[in-house]
């Protein structure tokens, strides 16, 4: 199978395209975000990396015309779990939150929390492929992204918002003059995970604090999130405020405290050297 084969995608204009991993069927599937610009193009969010993503964005023309121009394609990570860093390591230039940069350069893949199955790529990248032989390929960042951090692609400008809580090094990326939130696991329109190995609850509900200030800031008008699909800021509003309601409720850290429990143990069973 070709890259070409495993990879689709769709124009959302204005130099933006939403590219995903066709026969990796599963909700942890992640959106992979392209953005031209006119000095800088950046691909935020990577997939599992079972096929050159490079490969596909330059065969498909999304650079558009003459994009040795340019500087080199840079991938930035929202943050640091398998299913948005796994093709991290395709890249020259790699961005990365500093809380999660020792994660990526020694991969450990105890915190990318790898788990993959085999009946979630339902059509296999290669013969003989199987899920428990899949791992994050280390690599080194050469974007170490701290928050407030300012990416700039020329005509567009993207800044760094440390939203600690899914995982330690989480990050949206903020395009303030088109108001667009590229939210990774921040949000999304599905249920937010808070009990992985290095979730922490008490950050969620202060990122999602500070989601709620954006949007009532009017500093929001659509989401490009790490899952599922894009949505405005009266629900982006609705999930966060929902999430703040509900996670220090008893049942909540209750459930928590089990879910984070179970993840641990499977993660460190399926990874054992990572966990050590």
């Not at 199955?117 to 032989?133: C, K, N, T």
């Not at 990326?173 to 599905?190: Q, T």
């Not at 509900?246 to 993660?267: D, E, N």
């Amino acid at each position: 199978m070709s890259a070409n084969d495993w990879y689709a995608h769709k124009s959302l204009g204005d130099g933006m395209y939403w590219i995903q991993e066709r026969f990796y069927e599963s909700e942890n599937r992640a959106n992979i975000w392209l953005l031209r610009g006119s000095h800088q193009d950046v691909v935020i969010d990577t997939g599992l990396g079972l096929k050159s993503l490079p490969d596909y964005i330059t065969s498909k023309g999304l650079l558009g015309a003459d994009p040795q121009r340019k500087n080199p394609l840079l991938a930035i990570a929202t943050h640091a779990h398998f299913d948005h860093s796994g093709g991290l390591h395709q890249f020259q230039q790699v961005g990365v939150h500093s809380a999660e940069v020792e994660a990526l350069v020694n991969g450990d893949n105890f915190e990318t929390a790898t788990w993959l199955s085999d009946r979630e790529i339902v059509q296999a990248p290669f013969p003989g492929w199987r899920a428990r032989h899949y791992k994050v390929h280390a690599v080194q960042p050469t974007h170490i992204l701290q928050e407030g951090d300012v990416i700039n692609l020329g005509d567009r400008q993207l800044t760094v918002l440390h939203m600690p809580g899914h995982s330690r090094g989480s990050i949206c990326l903020h395009d303030g003059e088109h108001k667009l939130l590229f939210s990774g696991d921040v949000v999304y329109d599905g249920a937010m995970i808070d009990w992985l190995p290095y979730s922490r609850v008490s950050d969620y509900i202060s990122s999602c604090e500070r989601i709620v200030g954006l949007v009532d800031s009017e500093q929001v008008d659509q989401v490009l999130p790490g899952h599922y699909n894009t949505f405005g800021a009266k629900r982006l509003h609705r999930i966060a405020t929902s999430y703040i309601s509900r996670a220090g409720t008893c049942p909540a850290k209750f459930s928590t405290f089990a879910w984070r429990t179970l993840a641990g143990v499977a993660l460190r069973a399926s990874n054992p050297r990572s966990a050590c």
